[in-house]
């Protein structure tokens, strides 16, 4: 039997604040580890579902930006991939957002 239970629960639009600001403030990001990832020196590796958070951009689109390359003027970051999963540094998800016209992409 397992001691595991949940650290917290934080609402979403709250986290996402908080690491925005924490980003912004050049303090170092923080993350829990995932099994079979390269660990990264001041990053964390975020999946398609905190992709999501970080930059807004629905799950079905940046499969579809990924595809074609989109958007052409900014496209959406190149992924790692790890376990058949698409994975990203924290901070180049933040960097692309920041980036980002603010018209809906």
Excluded at 38 to 51: E, K, M, S
Aim: no cysteine; net charge neutral; hydrophobic share 40%.
């Amino acid at each position: 039997m397992s001691d595991y239970s949940p650290i917290e629960t934080v609402a979403l639009a709250d986290k996402v604040a908080e690491l925005r600001a924490a980003w912004k403030a050049g303090q170092p990001l923080t993350g829990g580890q995932v099994f079979g990832l390269p660990a990264l020196d001041g990053d964390v590796w975020v999946d398609t579902a905190g992709a999501t958070v970080l930059t807004g951009v629905a799950p079905k689109t940046i499969t579809s930006y990924l595809s074609r390359g989109k958007p052409k003027s900014n496209p959406f970051p190149a992924p790692s991939k790890f376990l058949g999963r698409n994975y990203w540094p924290a901070s180049a998800l933040l960097d692309w957002a920041a980036t980002q016209p603010t018209d809906g992409h």
